[in-house]
């Protein structure tokens, strides 16, 4: 796993700005992903890069990082801008995964402004749609995206979790999105004309930039009210998220370039770090400094490429050992690369993460959250599959 991602000069330049590794020295970090900071931190303008201890290499620029710069760099956002997680509280009669699986409704398909303008899911709608993007409206998207129906574990704060409106086996909705095509459209006419370079006109870029995000935002809570009416919660209308942190964007901060790539804002927030399909994710209460970015990781993080995951997975599973965790959940998932891919094992443990953001006092746990269902695609029989394609294949056409 020595491949190497970036673009950019594989060596430090004299005068490169400051990169922190919050991650102690027995934690899983890629050389590849520690060189991608240190050619992050040579560019024009960078002041400071703070690497999380989910930290692992992408395309031209690492994955959970905050970098600081006096520059605008599109790239350092990457296309994804506006995706994050956000929790929501439900109620449930009975909490059965083998029949809620069964009832989660079809996120691939999107939410049509006309076609759907009964669904109960616009009533979380308040204003205008953001850009006018509807294209891929209450869908979830592929990669490490999910929907997640879980139940609350072990609360380590209890005081805390109590004024979150959470105790122990209370059920949520976990919601991991972006901003679909749009935050790809914004990054994609900026490197058409300037590659990895600088936004020319920043304030141009953020005001697309803001749209993403808030788009992103949208989505999470049409994904939720989607999944919760199937689901037949009480009440049927779902509540507002008690947790929404984005995690792929920019923000202005004492007058310099904040920019995260899969890290989340940690200055005094709540934030829930994704832990893997078959492991606990963990709620924690966020305290990050400017050491940090004032940030703390995201989820899990990888520790294989999708291909060396899918290469290994095959040859250690099955598809139903992956359908069914050793905790009892169910993978809602008919796309078995995919399966493979997003493979508990193809991530860092999340135990070690949330331990080296505790050890830097970036972070304290408030509680864990049990996954009941994961849902990352519709799981179709063969015949509905055909349909589904054929389906999406029309709605594509002018």
């Known amino acids: ?40 931190a040579a560019l024009d303008g960078m002041t400071h890069v703070a690497a999380m201890p989910d930290l692992h290499p992408g395309k031209g620029a690492p994955i959970g990082a905050a970098m600081a710069s006096t520059i605008l760099y599109p790239f350092l956002v990457g296309s994804d801008i506006g995706c994050g997680i956000a929790v929501f509280p439900v109620k449930l009669k009975r909490a059965v995964p083998e029949k809620l699986a069964a009832r989660f409704p079809d996120l691939d398909r999107a939410l049509d402004t006309e076609r759907d303008a009964d669904d109960p899911a616009w009533a979380v709608l308040k204003g205008d749609i953001p850009a006018g993007h509807v294209e891929g409206l209450g869908t979830v998207g592929r990669g490490n995206h999910f929907v997640e129906l879980a139940r609350i574990g072990t609360v380590f704060e209890p ?46 870029y953020l005001a697309m930039h803001d749209d993403a995000v808030r788009w992103g935002s949208l989505n999470r809570r049409l994904l939720a009210a989607r999944v919760a009416h199937a689901l037949g919660t009480e009440p049927t209308e779902p509540t507002e998220p008690i947790i929404d942190q984005c995690h792929n964007l920019v923000e202005i901060r004492d007058g310099i370039y904040l920019h995260r790539k899969g890290a989340a804002p940690g200055d005094g927030r709540d934030v829930l770090i994704a832990g893997t399909r078959g492991t606990p994710s963990y709620l924690v209460a966020a305290h990050a400094g400017p050491d940090a970015g004032h940030s703390v990781a995201h989820g899990a993080g990888r520790k294989m490429s999708r291909a060396d995951a899918l290469r290994r997975g095959r040859a250690k599973h099955t598809v139903e050992e992956l359908r069914r965790t050793p905790m009892g959940s169910l993978v809602v998932c008919g796309d078995r690369q995919l399966l493979f891919e997003e493979a508990p094992t193809a991530y860092k443990r999340i135990e070690q993460v949330i331990a080296d953001l505790v050890e830097h006092d970036l972070a304290t746990p ?13 799981d179709l029989g063969p015949a509905s599959r055909r349909d589904h394609r054929d389906q999406r294949r029309k709605r594509g056409r002018p």
């Open 366 to 378: 408030v509680a864990t959250t049990i996954p009941l269902v994961t849902y990352k695609t519709p």
């Open 159 to 204: 005081d805390h979790a109590s004024r979150l409106g959470l105790a122990t086996d209370d059920l949520v909705l976990i919601v991991h999105s972006g901003s679909r095509g749009l935050g790809e459209r914004i990054l994609r006419a900026h490197t058409e004309v300037h590659g990895a370079g600088p936004a020319p006109d920043p304030d141009a």
């Open 1 to 40: 796993m020595s491949q190497q991602h970036s673009q950019l000069p594989s060596t430090p330049a004299t005068g490169s700005a400051s990169v922190t590794v919050f991650a102690s020295p027995t934690s899983w970090i890629e050389s590849d992903a520690v060189a991608q900071c240190h050619q992050v």
